[in-house]
């Protein structure tokens, strides 16, 4: 079981850059594919970008695609998502993502997600 714990959400500006860790737990981290999705009130969860368990291969959505990058520490368990430019359309709840299949990418197939964290704010005020 797999257990993800989302941080590094907060308030900031328009413009400014933000870094959001997902810490996990379990010893077969390094095989998961790891990603971040986010919900804003009255929308849909949208995927965000995606990690392959080597770390050899990112995936990004179209909206944070040269904003976003998300990179991974296995030795930590850790997880990133480094936000620059942020916009206020950005705003959302930040959900840290998790799927057992090394090459997942979750743009491609949602189902690919086994599990979620409890999600982190990031609010970018104009």
């Known amino acids: 079981q797999v257990q993800l714990v989302e941080s590094g959400g907060g308030l900031v500006q328009a413009g400014d850059s933000l870094r959001l860790s997902c810490a996990a737990s379990?010893?077969?981290?390094?095989?998961?594919?790891m990603g971040w999705f986010r919900q804003a009130p009255g929308k849909e969860r949208e995927f965000v970008a995606s990690?392959?368990?080597?770390?050899?291969?990112?995936y990004y959505g179209d909206s944070v695609k040269g904003r976003f990058t998300i990179s991974r520490d296995n030795a930590k368990i850790t997880v990133y998502l480094q936000m620059n430019s942020l916009k206020p359309e950005d705003t959302a709840v930040y959900y840290c993502?998790?799927?057992?299949?090394?090459?997942?990418?979750?743009?491609?197939?949602?189902?690919?997600?086994?599990?979620w964290g409890q999600g982190t704010q990031v609010t970018v005020s104009s």
């Open positions: 379990g010893r077969t981290f390094n095989m998961y594919s």
């Open positions: 993502a998790a799927g057992r299949n090394p090459y997942g990418n979750f743009r491609l197939d949602r189902a690919l997600v086994g599990h």
């Open positions: 990690i392959t368990s080597s770390g050899s291969s990112t």
